[in-house]
């Protein structure tokens, strides 16, 4: 049975609330600040994706919310910001062969559940647009086969921890325009952990590294001093090499707010 809708609004609305009750409390210290103190924000965002949900599942469709926190020295090169996204999509199946499920011609629904966390240092060079960057990630990735014949049910949870490196520019299409570009690339390489549960089958495990690719360009515009407005697309990319290989690939558009204080 699928997940209701109120469940996949709480794996939304809990990261992002925790995000923003951190920003909250921080926005009072970094307002306080005169202007050689901090720069402070807030974005939240929206990301509409596209799932390759493998030989089986058609395109699956989802929504992911977030919530961006970002803080540095006023008039600095550096900012460390804190990132979430989590939410969930779905799509019908259909197995000709290779069933995971006993019998063939299994149908159902598939659904997936992503949890993305990181944490970015990132250094913008001297007199450049470009900025450099390091940090943490973690994914979690949990994917249900949902059968209409017979109700067996697979999931398969990956979780994904790595460092990853960011290259990444942002610029005005001139000087005082509310008009500008940017473009993101993070390459992150770590381990996964891969299990597999079905009803009346024993479980199956696998681990082994796993190699990211997160790739954007986009458009922003200045609303005011303190707001503005982006939309990007966004590719994220993973492959997982244990006992098997596994990829996956989700994009699609995302739109964000950034509140300065």
């Given at each position: 049975?699928?997940?209701?809708?109120?469940?996949?609004?709480?794996r939304v609305l809990i990261p992002s609330m925790a995000l923003?009750?951190?920003?909250?409390?921080?926005?009072?210290?970094?307002?306080?600040?005169?202007?050689?103190?901090?720069?402070?924000?807030?974005?939240?965002?929206?990301?509409?994706?596209?799932?390759?949900?493998?030989?089986?599942?058609?395109?699956?469709?989802?929504?992911?919310g977030g919530l961006s926190l970002t803080i540095g020295p006023a008039g600095g090169n550096w900012d460390i910001s804190l990132n979430a996204l989590d939410g969930s999509g779905d799509s019908d199946f259909g197995f000709l062969a290779e069933s995971p499920f006993s019998g063939w011609g299994q149908s159902g629904e598939y659904e997936f559940d992503r949890a993305d966390y990181e944490i970015l240092y990132r250094y913008r060079l001297e007199d450049s647009p470009v900025y450099i960057g390091i940090g943490y990630?973690?994914?979690?990735?949990?994917?249900?086969?949902?059968?209409?014949?017979?109700?067996?049910?697979?999931?398969?949870t990956s979780e994904l921890s790595m460092v990853e490196f960011a290259l990444g520019f942002s610029t005005q299409a001139s000087e005082g325009s509310k008009h500008g570009v940017f473009g993101n690339l993070l390459l992150g390489f770590g381990s996964f952990d891969y299990l597999s549960e079905e009803v009346g089958f024993a479980d199956s495990e696998d681990d082994g590294s796993s190699i990211l690719a997160d790739a954007n360009v986009g458009y922003q515009y200045l609303m005011s001093r303190k707001t503005s407005f982006s939309a990007r697309y966004r590719v994220i990319a993973v492959q997982s090499n244990g006992e098997e290989s596994e990829s996956s690939l989700v994009h699609g558009p995302e739109i964000a707010f950034t509140f300065r204080f």
């Open positions: 049975m699928a997940r209701l809708p109120i469940l996949r609004m709480t923003a009750t951190l920003g909250i409390m921080l926005a009072p210290v970094a307002s306080a600040q005169d202007e050689g103190g901090v720069n402070f924000s807030i974005s939240p965002r929206i990301y509409v994706t596209s799932l390759d949900a493998g030989a089986f599942a058609e395109t699956a469709t989802g929504v992911l990630r973690d994914v979690d990735i949990e994917e249900t086969y949902t059968g209409d014949i017979d109700g067996l049910v697979e999931t398969e």
